[in-house]
């Protein structure tokens, strides 16, 4: 998985239209704990709280 060899010069681009899927999940929890950047596109009404603290555009 690419995700294992990200690091803080690494973006990760994550599609999910759900934004549930648990592949998905599991990919930005482990960009996130090599300090990754997590670019994700998906369905702004399923981010919940996460919303608050992350950029994101409504269309």
Not at 22 to 50: H, R
Request: aromatic fraction near 6%; charge should be positive.
């Amino acid at each position: 998985m690419a995700a294992a060899s990200a690091n803080k010069d690494t973006a990760v681009l994550i599609f999910s239209f759900t934004g549930r899927t648990q592949s998905m999940i599991e990919v930005a929890e482990i960009t996130k704990q090599n300090n990754a950047k997590i670019i994700a596109i998906t369905n702004p009404d399923t981010l919940g709280t996460a919303s608050r603290h992350h950029h994101y555009l409504r269309q």
